[in-house]
């Protein structure tokens, strides 16, 4: 029985997983590691604590498996972070900044006020926004010293968290990434599928630095002295974790579309060969290359979802576990009238509003605990309302059923009130962390493992549907105040 490992790197920690050919979990690695919170608005993480917490979680998830069995390693990732480091040591020169920090918004502002944002979106399918990694390149160009003059002379790479991965995992024999982790980059052209000068002039990035882009199924290095890894395991398989989710979802046709609750919430819809460009605020974005096959996606992103919840647990005391909240959040029937916007680092889609920051109103004298934590609850469900209803109005589809994955799915308060205030059903698979098998269908495809994306539609299994349930009229009355709020966040 052969064996495929899926890195799934995500924002707050990492999980490893390890797939025999019939998808059953053969072995589980996870571990968490800091975040860091220089000033307001700006996140980082130590891309050392991030490479401690891959190898810790392969070791973990590696234990009992005979490493003769090892048939390949797919990688998803946090996207947007962005690493650079140099060539000759692979250290960084400066910690990672992580895709919800702020610190380029004025840089953002300076482009569009010159009237860069159309060409941009046209191009890249993205908006100017501080969320995506070229700005965030240019800042560590520009405030590292001597960052910019060691870039220009091809003394330091960059990449985000996939390709630096690689990187590690290769002994640095390899600098590339994929097409769904460049296409975050505002410095890939969605049409030509490669880096451009016009758009790395735009953001001032050399493109020295830049990695080969391959595509999310294909041989993109072996590995080198991993401790517990054998050498020469093919990595076969990379794609930016939403992207790894709608495969590993299995939305396959175009129309099909899935959300994601992890440390944001992000909904994707496959869209087919051709890219949709958005009229109301959404994201163009690659959703994969595979052998004979390009899908492009519309998205639309929520930059916090489960991070309001450790909010409440890390900042606030409310609770010990952030699965403590469901029985909270139940021990009143409703909100009372509270509505918490979480928009802590900004809102994203279809919003983008960079300056936006988290709001509760509808507060009394009763407001207690609960209420704070269902209004929690529901702010992030809330907050999917606006993307979809933004998804459809471009696609000119209407859902009848979105699939949904990730920590927070496991939440059946939040899975059944998301059903109803969006009208339309929800699909919870089986095993919810389809990111991780996402990278992992994509490994196998890769490598042989698997034949088909027909082999793997039929390994998705159902594990519960939710229904819309409330009166319409409640649930228009509760978007009127979640309208008012979001306006005044």
């Known amino acids: 029985m052969r064996h495929v490992i899926s890195i799934d790197q995500g924002t707050t920690g990492t999980t490893v997983l390890v797939l025999d050919e019939e998808l059953h979990v053969r072995g589980r690695g996870y571990r968490e590691f800091r975040q860091i919170y220089p000033q307001p608005g700006w996140v980082e993480h130590d891309p050392e604590d991030i490479w401690g917490s891959v190898t810790h979680a392969l070791g973990a998830a590696l234990k009992d498996i005979d490493p003769k069995s090892i048939a390949a390693i797919g990688i998803t990732n946090q996207r947007e972070t962005t690493v650079l ?3 000759a040591s692979g250290r960084a020169v400066h910690n990672a900044i992580v895709w919800q920090d702020r610190r380029t918004a004025d840089f953002c502002a300076t482009l569009k006020r010159e009237g860069r944002e159309a060409r941009v979106r046209e191009r890249t399918g993205l908006t100017l926004d501080p969320y995506f990694s070229g700005t965030k390149l240019r800042w560590m160009l520009d405030n590292v010293s001597g960052a910019r003059a060691r870039a220009e002379q091809g003394e330091l790479a960059f990449g985000t968290i996939d390709t630096y991965l690689i ?6 024999a ?11 980059t505002l410095l890939f052209d969605l049409h030509e599928l490669a880096w451009t000068d016009e758009l790395c002039a735009i953001q001032g990035v050399p493109r020295a630095v830049l990695p080969a882009v391959k595509s999310s199924a294909e041989l993109l290095g072996t590995t080198r002295g991993v401790p517990g890894v054998p050498d020469g395991i093919p990595i076969a398989g990379v794609a930016g974790d939403q992207q790894s989710a709608l495969f590993g979802q299995a939305c396959f046709d175009p129309g099909e579309a899935k959300c994601t609750y992890g440390t944001g919430a992000f909904i994707l819809m496959n869209t087919g060969d051709q890219p949709v460009a958005s009229k109301s605020g959404l994201l163009t974005t690659v959703a994969w290359r595979i052998p004979g096959e390009l899908a492009y996606a519309l998205e639309g992103s929520a930059f916090i979802a489960g991070a309001a919840v450790q909010w409440l647990r890390d900042e606030l005391g409310f609770f010990k576990s952030a699965a403590e909240i469901e029985a909270l959040a139940a021990s009143v029937p409703d909100s009372g009238g509270v509505i918490v916007v979480p928009a802590f680092t900004g809102l994203g889609a279809p919003h983008w509003r960079p300056d936006a920051r988290g709001l509760i109103t509808g507060l009394t004298r009763g407001s207690s605990r609960a209420h704070l934590a269902r209004a929690t609850l529901e702010g992030i469900a809330l907050q999917n309302v606006d993307i979809l209803r933004a998804m459809e109005r471009d696609s000119g589809r209407t859902l009848s059923t979105l699939k949904v ?8 308060l939040l899975m059944q009130f998301q059903s109803d205030v969006l009208g339309v059903e929800i699909a919870r698979p089986e095993l919810v962390e389809t990111t991780a098998l996402g990278a992992a269908f994509l490994a196998g495809l890769g490598a042989g493992v698997w034949k088909s994306k027909d082999e793997i539609r ?32």
Not at 174 to 184: C, E, G, K, L
């Open 85 to 87: 480091w140099d060539r």
């Open 167 to 172: 990187w590690r995992l290769t002994a640095g």
């Open 174 to 184: 390899s600098h590339v990434t994929d097409v769904t982790n460049a296409s975050r």
């Open 405 to 412: 994955d990730g920590g927070a799915s496991a939440n059946d």
């Open 458 to 489: 039929r390994t998705w299994r159902e594990n519960r549907r939710f229904r819309p349930t409330s009166d319409r009229a409640r649930v228009a009355e509760h978007l009127a105040r979640w309208d008012t709020a979001v306006a005044k966040a």
